[in-house]
Antibody, heavy 120, light 110 residues
C-alpha cells in the first residue's frame, strides 16, 4: 500500500524559507506514470495546488507562487521536497503531498498533511 | 477567489439526494477531466470521482459525477450523516498550465 508522509518544521519565521519533504513508501517515485504534487490549505479555507514534479525533474508551478517555489525530487531516497521562499503569514497552511497519475488530473494518494505556521 | 466556482454550502435530509455544482471555463473544465474530493475536517481529502464520472474502487455508487460544457456536478444519493464533509472539485487549467480547485462546498445532512 502506497504511503506518503510529510515532514519538516512546523514553525517558520516571516521572510524565511519553508522547507518540507514528502517520503514515499510502498512504491517507487521514479515511475513514468506519475507526478508528485504539493497542495496546501490555509486554516478554514479551500485547497490550493502549489505544483508538481515528474521523476525526471520537470516541474509545473502555480503562477502566483512560481517566483517563490521550488519542488525537487530525490529518487535515491524516494522523496520529493518543497521550498517556499520569503514566507508571510498568508503562507500559514496545512501542506499536503500527493500522487497524481500522469494521464489524469486526480490525486489518488495523499499524505496526512502537516501544519506550517509562519510567525515570529 | 477560486478559478472554479462552487456553492459554499448545501443541505438535505438523510436518505435524500443532493447535487453540488462546479463552474469553470473552456480553459479548465471545458477541455479537461474533473475530479472530486471529500474532506472530513482535520483529515486529508479523499478522491471520490475522477475523469468526470469514474469512481475509484471502494467508493459506493451513491456518489456520481457528470460534466456538461464548462460545468461539472457531483451527485450523492441516499444521504447519510457520515456524508457530512467539505467537497472540492479540481481540474487542470490549460491556459494557466496549473491545477485549480473550487472553493469547496460544505454538505450538511439535516
Amino acid at each position: 500500500q502506497l504511503q506518503l508522509q510529510e515532514s519538516g518544521p512546523g514553525l517558520v519565521k516571516p521572510s524565511e524559507t519553508l522547507s518540507l519533504t514528502c517520503t514515499v513508501s510502498g512504491g517507487s517515485i521514479d515511475r513514468s506514470d506519475y507526478y508528485w504534487a504539493w497542495i496546501r490549505q490555509p486554516p478554514g479555507k479551500g485547497l490550493e495546488w502549489i505544483g508538481n514534479i515528474y521523476y525526471t525533474g520537470s516541474t509545473y508551478y502555480s503562477p502566483p507562487l512560481k517566483s517563490r517555489v521550488t519542488i525537487s525530487v530525490d529518487t535515491f531516497k524516494n522523496q520529493f521536497s518543497l521550498k517556499l521562499r520569503s514566507v508571510t503569514a498568508a503562507d500559514t497552511a496545512v501542506y499536503y503531498c500527493a500522487r497524481r497519475p500522469h494521464n489524469s488530473f486526480k490525486f489518488d494518494y495523499w499524505g496526512q498533511g502537516t501544519l506550517v505556521t509562519v510567525s515570529s | 477567489q477560486s478559478v472554479l466556482t462552487q456553492p459554499p454550502s448545501v443541505s438535505a435530509a438523510p436518505g435524500q439526494k443532493v447535487t453540488i455544482s462546479c463552474s469553470g471555463s473552456s480553459s479548465n473544465i471545458g477541455n479537461n477531466y474533473v475530479s472530486w474530493y471529500q474532506q472530513v475536517p482535520g483529515t486529508a481529502p479523499k478522491l471520490l470521482i475522477y475523469d468526470n464520472n469514474r469512481r475509484p474502487s471502494g467508493i459506493p455508487d451513491r456518489f456520481s459525477g457528470s460534466k456538461s460544457g464548462t460545468s461539472a456536478t457531483l451527485g450523492i444519493t441516499g444521504l447519510q450523516t457520515g456524508d457530512e464533509a467539505d467537497y472540492y472539485c479540481g481540474t487542470w487549467d490549460s491556459s494557466l498550465s496549473a491545477g485549480v480547485f473550487g472553493g469547496g462546498t460544505k454538505l450538511t445532512v439535516l
